[in-house]
Every structure is written in structure tokens, then in C-alpha cells.
């Protein structure tokens, strides 16, 4: 096994691991979560045991459900108290910086971390 499957397997765990803690610190059972996000029992379960990866998909359902951070399924423990992501309509909050209109589509309340973001240019006549 070559350094990048052992680190791949190692973090694939990990993650399954959090996703396991956080359903159960939530008090879900794999038959509850599942009816939550829409996914199979059998999936969930493979997911905890990393028999099977993650979409970023799954991540941000599983953290919405689980009312959790998503960082915090992928191992950011620093702020427990830091609330779950929040996906904006494509029109919130949208401001003009040079030019640009630009709007969050994505983040935590207050992070100065990096967020998706749309920007629209308009075209010069």
C-alpha cells in the first residue's frame, strides 16, 4: 500500500468516524438519519465504516441534519459552539466592489474563512 492509500484510507475512517459520533451525539439512529437525508441505512453504515467516501453532498446533508459545522464531520473541532453552514439564496447580501456585484452563497455567520461566492460582471458598452 503506497503512503497515499494508507493516508486516504486513515482520513476516510476518521470522517466515518465523526459522522458516526455526531449521528449519535445527536441521538439518531441509522434508520432515523436515513429518513433525514434521504439516504439508504446501508449507505450510511458504509459511510461510518469507510467502506465507502463521502460526496461533498452527503457532507453538507449529514451536517445540515445533524445541526453540526461540516468542518467539524471533515475533524475542525476548534469552535463546538460555531453554527451549522448556512447556503444563501443567490440573491442575499449581495454588495459592489469594484465594479463587481458579488453575493455569499455559502458560510458560517461572522467567518472571515474563504466562502463560495457569486459574482456577476457586468460588461462594459
Known amino acids: ?24 451525539r445527536a441521538g439518531y ?4 438519519l436515513a429518513a433525514l437525508t434521504g439516504l439508504s441505512k446501508a449507505h ?15 457532507l453538507l446533508t449529514f451536517a445540515s441534519a445533524l445541526r453540526v459545522p461540516v468542518g467539524r464531520l471533515l475533524g475542525d473541532e476548534a469552535d463546538e459552539t460555531a ?8 440573491h442575499a447580501l ?11 452563497c455559502s458560510g458560517y455567520t461572522g467567518s472571515g474563512a474563504l466562502e ?4 456577476t460582471i457586468s460588461a462594459r458598452p
Open 1 to 24: 500500500m503506497s503512503p497515499g492509500q494508507l493516508v486516504s484510507g486513515t482520513v476516510l475512517m476518521s470522517i466515518g468516524e465523526r459522522l458516526r459520533a455526531a449521528r449519535e
Open 116 to 119: 463560495a461566492l457569486r459574482m
Open 83 to 90: 453554527p451549522p453552514m448556512a447556503v444563501y439564496s443567490p
Open 29 to 32: 439512529t441509522l434508520e432515523e
Open 94 to 104: 449581495p454588495h459592489e466592489v469594484a465594479g463587481l456585484h458579488v453575493a455569499p
Open 44 to 58: 450510511l453504515s458504509r459511510l461510518e465504516s469507510a467502506e465507502r467516501q463521502p460526496s461533498i453532498a452527503a
